[in-house]
């Protein structure tokens, strides 16, 4: 089965930076896409960020553009999120996800259908 792991995370104050890592085990073909979403107390889950593991095509959402980056490595199987630019607003739990072609419907974000996920992790900024 597939399994997502997330690392990285933490504590840091407004205007700094931090860097989300999620690898994905126990799946030897590609993924359709890779992405990020958080979530706070009391508000939906929202989607951060996507990429098309194919042809590295990435999208954004408006509150972070210009300051988060989602990549990929060269074995498709590692996604990264590279947040600079920290407002006290990002502060959330944060789960990396990813679109299989085996998962017939998934939680969908612009083209994908995320039907994987990881553990989460929480991320603090401070002001």
């Known amino acids: 089965q597939a399994q997502l792991v997330q690392s990285g995370g933490g504590s840091v104050q407004a205007g700094g930076s931090l860097r989300l890592s999620c690898e994905l085990f126990g799946y030897t073909s590609e993924s359709n896409c890779m992405g990020w979403f958080r979530q706070v107390p009391g508000k939906e889950r929202e989607g951060v960020a996507r990429?098309?593991?194919?042809?590295?095509?990435?999208y954004y959402d408006d509150s972070v553009n210009g300051r988060f980056t989602i990549s990929q490595d060269d074995a498709k199987k590692t996604v990264y999120l590279q947040m600079n630019s920290l407002k006290p607003d990002d502060t959330g739990m944060y789960y990396c996800?990813?679109?299989?072609?085996?998962?017939?419907?998934?939680?969908?974000?612009?083209?994908?259908?995320?039907?994987?996920w990881g553990q989460g992790t929480q991320v603090t900024v401070s002001s």
């Open positions: 990429i098309y593991t194919d042809h590295g095509s990435t």
């Open positions: 996800a990813a679109d299989l072609p085996d998962k017939l419907s998934g939680d969908i974000y612009g083209g994908c259908s995320f039907g994987y």
